[in-house]
């Protein structure tokens, strides 16, 4: 059964540091998307990209986090310079062919240590 | 705006125990999707269900069955004889028609123990 992949499964950075998660989606999804989980918390909605362009984002999603699909299978996140409140699992997810409403389903998630 | 609320944070049963996990949802658009997640201590987010907000009927797999009401804005889950493998975080999660964001709620820990 196609799966989403996630690496690294742990990062450990120091604050101030760039990060890239990456993630590769299930092969004939078109949309994909970030979720952050802060340890204990509830999992929230970062961004969603369709079509080589960000369709949707949270507050959350600001000027220090980007998003790439660089090939035809990888897609990454990037926080430009680590904050200690950045450390939390990070999900990346990919739906559908036909509508952004169609199932997400999730990778098995980036544990960012922010130190 | 969308909400979810999972009211119960954490439940603790035995084996062989029924438990119902609720979940109330608000949103003022009348086309929606309503989801189950389970989250077991691995980590990862596991789909389950998604229920079509024109879609009331109940469904029944396994000892898993869901109860979708829209009079009561709740889509509540029930696992039949618990088994120590459903122990997990188990979450409840909405989008609406023209957003592609799942909103979660909290999330319910369950703890089956044998």
């Known amino acids: 059964e196609p799966e989403v992949t996630q690496t690294p499964s742990h990062q450990v950075t120091q604050m101030g540091q760039e990060v890239i998660l990456r993630c590769v989606p299930i092969?004939?999804?078109?949309?994909f998307y970030w979720y952050r989980q802060i340890l204990g918390q509830k999992v929230e909605f970062l961004v969603s990209?369709?079509?080589?362009?960000?369709?949707?984002k949270s507050e959350i999603f600001d000027d220090q986090f980007s998003v790439e699909r660089p090939d035809g299978s990888n897609f990454t996140l990037k926080i430009r310079s680590t904050k200690l409140e950045d450390s939390a699992m990070y999900f990346c997810?990919?739906?559908?062919?036909?509508?952004?409403?169609?199932?997400?389903?999730f990778g098995p998630g980036t544990r960012l240590t922010v130190l | 705006a969308q909400k979810v609320t999972q009211a119960q944070t954490e439940i603790s049963v035995v084996e062989k125990e029924d438990v119902t996990l609720d979940c109330v949802y608000e949103t003022r658009d009348t086309t929606y999707y309503l989801f189950w997640y389970k989250q077991p201590p691995s980590g990862e987010l596991v789909f389950l269900i998604r229920r079509n907000s024109f879609d009331e009927q109940n469904e029944i797999s396994g000892r898993y069955s869901w109860n979708f009401q829209k009079s009561t804005s709740s889509f509540n889950f029930t696992i039949t004889a618990s088994q120590v493998v459903d122990s997990a975080v188990y979450f409840c999660?909405?989008?609406?028609?023209?957003?592609?964001?799942?909103?979660f709620g909290k999330g319910m820990k369950l703890t089956v123990n044998p």
């Open positions: 092969s004939n999804h078109l949309y």
């Open positions: 990209f369709y079509n080589n362009e960000i369709s949707e």
């Open positions: 997810a990919s739906s559908g062919r036909d509508t952004s409403t169609d199932t997400q389903y």
């Open positions: 999660a909405l989008s609406e028609r023209y957003s592609e964001k799942l909103v």
